[in-house]
């Protein structure tokens, strides 16, 4: 089975966290992630993503060492002509150091929600990923 890689962040802002940036699709909400290229590590990736899908630069952002989401699951993906796919998604979490001119290039659009957990956005990803965060920083 072909092996898939994603990689992105979690972007958020407030000390503590106050909101979390979400990207919007026409049928589901999303992070800034993508497919990671031949050789590339997974921050790389994660880097590159963020500025091509949000216009977010790593000097905007101040990422946290100690956090790291991963998940897989099957897909189909089209560009692949519907074969079965293992895939991997790696999100890193990073705080926004000043406010950014969010620019979307892949999606419909983006908004901030307010963190206040527990959330029920999008049950296969991203409530994952916000329960592993709201426990991590439980521990914090």
């Known amino acids: 089975m072909r092996q898939l890689r994603a990689c992105g962040f979690l972007i958020v802002r407030g000390e503590p966290i106050q909101e979390f940036l979400l990207m919007i699709h026409p049928d589901r909400l999303d992070l800034p992630k993508g497919h990671a290229e031949p050789g590339e590590s997974d921050l790389a990736c994660a880097l590159r993503e963020l500025q091509e899908e949000t ?29 079965a796919c293992h895939k991997t998604v790696v999100i890193f979490l990073a705080r926004l150091r000043r406010d950014v001119a969010i620019t979307t290039s892949e999606h419909d659009g983006w908004q ?4 206040n957990p527990p959330h029920r956005l999008q049950k296969e990803t991203i409530d994952p990923l916000l329960e592993q965060l709201a426990l991590f920083l439980g521990r914090r």
């Open 55 to 83: 216009g977010i630069a790593a000097a905007d952002i101040e990422i946290d060492p100690e956090f790291r989401f991963t998940i897989d699951y099957p897909v189909w993906p089209q560009r692949l002509n519907g074969e």
């Open 112 to 115: 901030w929600y307010a963190w």
